[in-house]
């Protein structure tokens, strides 16, 4: 069975040793996200000329464009320290607590997952973020009261794959919020052959293109599929990666010229063969292939209407010309074939 975890966006406990030596340090190292860059150095510049704490920042997008290496390199170039957590760390407010009454002046302060928090740690969040205190809670009962602790001015950036989840009330207290987009193949290509001088391997044009073709437009798989890549050169070639190499790899691996795994695959044909094309419920797709109707519409759906497969339609997901070409399905007339779908 193909290993579904390959052309997922979210990090695998594999990536940890790897990300840390090939993550860029500066902003002009980052590849792509112009505008974003262009934001970030501009507010960075203003903060250090004005000797002062940047804006609070939110990033968001889908897993493994680059909001953690982001974050460390706004702290790099901001010459402040970097602390970070994540949202379902801090289960307590006392958790909360510990860090900020640590927090030194023009720190940055790193929340992965931040759309995670429980609802009384982001409330306790928000007076820090807003008026740079920490209110602490002394003694219980009717004699209990509130003490306000001053904080010195940090900045905050907060990251999310789900904005929506985000509570506007949160939202709101950051002056930067900022979008990653997936990446194309261009921008792609020039980290696939960063990462490899990196890791001391020799990759081809080509070969370091047809990388950045099947990552699905996310640095953080087409650095994990050039490792496995490099595994099948350095054992079955002569270590350098060639196209046919690269291809053969790839191929082994069931990850296709698009970079769709097997439940990319099923939920296509479960489209375009059991329904005709659509329209269909996400839930009946679900129910079909045996997945999360919540994680067909927030890992999967996103990449499929990226590349032209699909479609959202008020009266559900529908499959496109494309679609039946690139898998190779022949379109069935309303009275071919099964009776009764519609």
Request: aromatic share 6%; with cysteine.
């Amino acid at each position: 069975m193909p290993d579904r975890k390959l052309v997922s966006g979210d990090r695998q406990a594999e990536d940890l040793q790897f990300e840390a030596g090939l993550r860029p340090r500066r902003l002009a190292e980052f590849t792509g996200q112009s505008k974003l860059k262009e934001n970030l150095d501009i507010a960075i510049q203003a903060a250090r000329q004005r000797g002062e704490a940047m804006d609070h920042v939110l990033l968001y997008g889908p897993p493994g464009l680059g909001k953690t290496t982001l974050a460390a390199i706004i702290a790099e170039e901001l010459e402040a320290e970097f602390t970070t957590t994540s949202g379902p760390v801090l289960q307590r407010k006392l958790d909360l607590t510990g860090i900020l009454s640590n927090i030194r002046a023009r720190q940055v302060f790193f929340i992965d997952e931040i759309h995670r928090l429980l609802p009384d740690v982001e409330e306790m969040l928000y007076s820090a973020l807003e008026d740079f205190r920490v209110d602490i809670l002394v003694g219980v009962g009717p004699g209990a009261r509130t003490h306000s602790l001053p904080m010195p001015k940090f900045t905050a950036i907060g990251a999310t794959t789900r904005q929506g989840l985000v509570s506007a009330p949160l939202r709101g207290r950051f002056g930067l919020v900022l979008r990653l987009d997936p990446y194309n193949v261009d921008e792609l290509k020039t980290i696939v052959n960063r990462s490899a001088r990196l890791l001391s391997v020799e990759i081809e044009d080509g070969a370091a293109e047809e990388l950045a073709r099947r990552c699905r437009g996310t640095p953080r798989i087409a650095n994990r599929l050039l490792r496995r890549v490099r595994d099948y050169a350095q054992v079955r070639a002569d270590g350098r990666i060639t196209l046919p190499v690269a291809q053969t790899a790839l191929n082994l691996l069931d990850v296709d010229r698009f970079g769709l795994d097997e439940i990319d695959q099923k939920i296509m044909l479960t489209i375009l063969e059991k329904y005709r094309g659509g329209p269909v419920g996400v839930g009946t797709i679900a129910a079909s292939i045996s997945e999360e109707a919540d994680t067909i519409e927030e890992v999967y759906e996103p990449y499929l209407i990226q590349l032209g497969f699909l479609n959202r339609t008020p009266r559900g997901r529908v499959g496109t010309e494309l679609a039946f070409d690139y898998f190779n399905v022949k379109r069935k007339r309303p009275h071919d074939g099964q009776p009764g779908l519609f």
